[in-house]
């Protein structure tokens, strides 16, 4: 996990940077505590693999400027200067970057404001790649984490677009296959007659277009993790097989004669009643058993309004990478957020941002900005639909 040093002797957002850092699994390394004067050349950095050194203006200043603060952030072998400055003429946060990025100057106008916090953890640790707000999905993360560090089968259960891949993806980069490769197939978007080849390998000339041999998803997933999404759409037919491979750890290519050992952690999702769909005879009961050792549930982005605002601060930076300056949800854009529903999930709301990128002025995004697509709405209150036209009718969230 990351490590940063933050430096809060005169920087006024210090101890609830430090509780939103902890509280994501962020090491805190907290410098000039109690002191008149900022302690950093005290502090013993031996044994830590901090990264990231966070502190004010007047720190930098302090010490003898910026290229004071370069130099001890190397000697520290730190990648990262972080300069936060109280400037009351900005126009909610501006981020600067400079050295090529290795230092970010922000300067920001509340130091109090949950959202300009999100921005601040979101510079400081842009490669974590699961944001949360909400009590319940820290607890979910917690527990994942704990999961992560044994090898089980885990199953991922819940709505579509609810980040199930995203919950899988945070398993592997906790877990000590890490370093491994991750590898995601979605069995409902392979053709039945080729996702047996696709998942175990299939020898030359096996089939007809078989002009080479390939190893498959599970050889290739060896040592890693593979993701089998949306399982409970994988045909009968196939289920026996998967289900030997689970319990031989073994798999047989189409088309060979001979066993192969493969050392593989495995993930599944579904979006289903898995239950129900034991009772329909859809899914094997024994294959459901053996897949959910461990199961996991994502839910609806309407019952956790507080992970939307830092998921929406991810969704932005990854759609501006180009920008020199972080995009800004002004308040009345950011309650137009919290008030929608998002029958759509995280998918609906990365669809909104990104119009709301082209809509925007100047990287502050406004509430005339955002603009929702109500059709999936509409689809749900009406079994029909009068028009396409209705069905791709765009409104602001009222």
């Known amino acids: 996990m990351s490590q940063v040093i933050v430096v809060n002797n005169s920087l006024k957002i210090a101890n609830n940077l430090c509780d939103i850092l902890e509280q994501r699994d962020i090491t805190v390394i907290k410098a000039g505590v109690g002191s008149s004067k900022p302690d950093f050349f005290g502090i013993d950095l031996v044994g830590y693999q901090a990264d990231t050194i966070v502190c004010s203006d007047i720190f930098e200043k302090e010490i003898g400027g910026s290229s004071k603060l370069v130099s001890i952030a190397r000697q520290a072998k730190l990648t990262k200067i972080i300069i936060i400055a109280d400037d009351n003429n900005c126009n909610g946060i ?26 601040i953890f979101n510079t400081c640790c842009p490669n974590i790649s699961f944001s949360a707000g909400d009590a319940k999905t820290y607890e979910l993360l917690s527990l994942a984490r704990r999961v992560a560090s044994t090898d089980v089968t885990v199953f991922i259960n819940g709505p579509t677009g609810s980040g199930k891949e995203v919950l899988a993806n945070y398993l592997h980069e906790n877990s000590n296959r890490k370093e ?8 409902a978007a392979i053709p039945e007659n080729m996702l047996e080849a696709i998942l175990f390998g299939h020898e030359k000339g096996a089939f007809t277009g078989a002009s080479n041999a390939n190893k498959g998803i599970f050889r290739a997933a060896d040592k890693g993790t593979l993701l089998l999404d949306e399982i409970s759409e994988m045909p009968l037919s196939l289920q026996a097989k998967l289900l030997r491979v689970l319990q031989e ?20 999702t579904s979006n289903r009643d898995m239950a129900h769909e034991v009772n329909q005879s859809r899914f ?27 998921i929406a601060i991810k969704i932005l930076d990854k759609h501006s990478q180009e920008s020199k300056t972080s995009p800004y949800l002004t308040i009345e854009a950011r309650e137009l957020l919290l008030s929608h529903n998002w029958p759509g999930n995280v998918r ?18 406004d509430e005339k900005s955002i603009m929702i697509d109500k059709s999936l709405s509409k689809i749900n209150e009406s079994s029909s639909v009068d028009t396409f036209a209705d069905q791709l009718a765009f409104a602001k969230v009222t």
């Open 94 to 119: 501006e981020i600067k970057d400079e050295l090529g990025g290795a230092v970010k100057r922000i300067n920001i106008a509340d130091y109090t404001d949950q959202y300009s916090l999100e921005l």
């Open 180 to 187: 491994e490769p991750f590898v995601a197939v979605n069995c």
């Open 249 to 268: 750890r073994k798999v047989t290519p189409v088309g060979g004669q001979r066993d192969i050992d493969v050392d593989v952690r495995v993930l599944a």
């Open 284 to 310: 094997r009961e024994d294959l459901y058993y053996r897949l959910n050792v461990f199961p996991l549930q994502t839910r609806n982005l309407s019952s956790r309004k507080d992970d939307i605002l830092p």
């Open 348 to 365: 609906e709301l990365e669809n909104t941002l990104q119009r709301a990128l082209v809509l925007s002025n100047e990287n502050i995004i």
